[in-house]
């Protein structure tokens, strides 16, 4: 089955712990990228990754790192985190768009809720 | 970066056809148009995409005018199911820098 997992669902820690959020696809996708959402503001790029070792800052990447070493994965850093990082954390992968070519439609995992203290 | 704006919510009936709209002014010339729906403690999913005139699939229909500064989608008969956040999404691949913006998502409501 085509998914894209996230690892843990649920997280409640201390401001100042560093913390990864794992992302993984299973559906050979070049692009990933990763979305915070919060309430009355949508969904925000954090970071995107157009392929292995390429990652680029979306529009709220303060406070956050990825890496993209393998294609399959896509993992969320936060260094030391903060409560206004408190917030519900997306993955989303699909195949790579180009200029005069459609945008690739994103699978969405089904969500990280990270509260920070 | 081409900005979207939609309204908030929308409430509707069971039966009836719905349009949600949404605004991208500074869309560039070959961005696509996307929009997903969302149910809650879920991620988004895609619904239909189109860059212009109309298209449509099994489950909605989207039109766009000649100049691409807006788009609606349409839902047609909604049951309680469709009770959902949809979000329409324009692309930023000219720039070459692939973002994405959302915006902030209508949240329909379809009463029995």
């Known amino acids: 089955e085509a998914q894209v997992t996230q690892n843990p669902r649920y997280l409640i820690t201390v401001t100042g712990k560093k913390l990864t959020v794992t992302c993984s696809q299973n559906m050979n996708h070049e692009y990933m990228s990763w979305y915070r959402q919060d309430p009355g503001l949508g969904l925000r790029q954090i970071y995107y990754s157009m392929n292995v070792e390429v990652t680029d800052k979306g529009d709220v990447p303060e406070g956050y790192k990825v890496s993209r070493k393998e294609k399959r994965n896509f993992p969320l850093i936060l260094e030391s985190p903060s409560p206004n990082q408190t917030s519900l954390y997306f993955c989303?992968?699909?195949?790579?768009?180009?200029?005069?070519?459609?945008?690739?439609?994103?699978?969405f995992g089904d969500g990280t809720r990270l509260s920070i203290l | 970066l081409a900005k979207t704006t939609q309204p908030i919510s929308m409430d509707s009936y069971e039966g009836q056809e719905v349009n949600i709209t949404c605004s991208h002014n500074n869309i560039a010339t070959n961005d696509y148009i996307t929009w997903y729906q969302q149910f809650p403690s879920q991620g988004p999913r895609f619904i239909i995409q189109g860059y212009k005139t109309k298209v449509t699939n099994e489950v909605a229909s989207l039109f766009i005018p000649a100049d691409r500064k807006s788009s609606t989608l349409s839902l047609p008969r909604v049951s309680l199911s469709d009770t959902a956040v949809y979000y329409c999404l324009v692309g930023e691949a000219t720039s070459g820098t692939y973002k994405y913006i959302f915006g902030t998502g209508t949240r329909l409501k379809v009463l029995a």
């Open positions: 989303a992968s699909s195949r790579v768009m180009g200029q005069g070519n459609s945008n690739q439609p994103q699978h």
